[in-house]
């Protein structure tokens, strides 16, 4: 079978068993119905997604065992490529690659890959549900996948049933505060606050006309390195390529460590002549400021500043001292504008529902004042 033919396959399946009703006669063991749903309610959805995986590839050939040699089946394009389109079209949330998020480098799904996964719980149930699922014949395998389009479609009306849609506002303290509070309670592993200030710099950008590009704003958090390929988790650019100002974004220590893996992606990027003159803009808390800068008092915007060995200047700016000026200097329809963005990024599908229900929380609390 073709690759393309068996994307085919898997997606018509997903769509089948996505609209499908659960089979009243297949009964499955009280152990595996709580495992399965486990791995299907868990936050980690890679779990989930290599099950459904895996459960699909067995349908498509029967001599595959996931428990035995799970890169038979090439699981990762099975969900890129088959599953995951129909899930994003049916308003399913799911990652970009459950199978490479998991199971990669994994010759199989065992007991001891089950012990080194985190929940260590959901881990172990996906091993009993593969060991289950290489265990039965077709017909079960179909209903099986039955009960899982169920588990999955749920919760998509789950999600969707969290949207929110809520007249914009434009009062510059209110929209700080909610701001704040969506970076403290909302944290999502620093995604919130990384998309917040990546909105405010390309709604600046387009209140000017300006002429610069914001790098950044729709990644995800993740640490500035060489194997990254960036020069900060945000940057702004001239639309000729020439750097403007590069940007850190962290709620967390910004550690001695972290500042040498900064400059080494800088030097990277960009040469050790021009990151020698580069200045980075940490936005952060008093507390994540390292002990090694020097620190500013009686000033509650910078919080320090520190020059590395190799001529990099690091400026310790407070997140929310940062956010609360730029959102005054928004007018008022770009004000607007901002809350119907961040509105939009929790309202997403794939946005988690610690987010989405915290900014319910959050948006409840002062829409009552």
């Known amino acids: 079978m073709s690759a393309e033919t068996r994307n085919a396959a898997v997606q018509e399946l997903t769509r089948k068993f996505l609209q499908s009703k659960a089979n009243g006669s297949f009964k499955i063991p009280k152990d595996i119905e709580a495992d399965l749903k486990l791995v299907f309610n868990s936050e980690k959805r890679s779990f989930r997604e290599i099950t459904f995986t895996i459960n699909l590839a067995r349908i498509l050939d029967l001599s595959f065992k996931a428990t035995k040699d799970l890169y038979a089946c090439n699981p990762r394009p099975v969900y890129e490529q088959g599953i995951k389109p129909v899930l994003d079209s049916s308003g399913v949330p799911c990652t970009q690659s459950g199978p490479l998020n998991v199971t990669k480098a994994t010759k199989a799904i065992t007991d001891q890959w089950a012990a080194m996964k985190s929940p260590k719980e959901v881990g172990l149930a996906t091993y009993q549900l593969a060991k289950y699922i290489d265990s039965l014949d077709k017909t079960g395998l179909e209903s099986l996948a039955s009960l899982m389009g169920q588990l999955l479609m749920q919760d998509a009306v789950h999600i969707s049933s969290l949207n929110i849609e809520s007249d914009p506002l434009s009062d510059s303290f209110v929209l700080g505060q909610i701001s704040k509070n969506l970076v403290v309670e909302a944290l999502d592993g620093g995604n919130t606050a990384q998309r917040i200030i990546g909105m405010l710099l390309e709604l600046h950008q387009e209140m000017v006309s300006g002429s610069s590009i914001v790098h950044g704003a729709e990644d995800s958090a993740s640490t500035t390195n060489l194997t990254s390929k960036k020069v900060g988790d945000l940057s702004i650019t001239k639309k000729s390529g020439a750097l403007v100002s590069i940007y850190e974004v962290t709620l967390k220590e910004f550690t001695d460590q972290r500042i040498v893996e900064c400059s080494q992606s800088l030097i990277g990027n960009l040469g050790s002549e021009v990151a020698s003159q580069s200045e980075v803009i940490v936005l952060c808390r008093k507390q994540d400021v390292p002990n090694s800068a020097n620190t500013v008092k009686s000033n509650s915007l910078v919080h320090g500043r520190l020059t590395d060995k190799f001529g ?41 529902i610690k987010v989405k229900s915290k900014w319910a929380e959050i948006l409840q609390s002062y829409l009552k004042e």
């Not at 929310?320 to 599908?349: A, K, T």
């Open 312 to 352: 990099i200047r690091y400026n310790f700016i407070d997140i929310f001292e940062w956010i609360n000026i730029r959102i005054i200097e928004l007018d008022e329809e770009h004000r607007s504008e901002y809350f119907s963005r961040i509105e939009s990024y929790v309202n997403r599908v794939k946005t988690p």
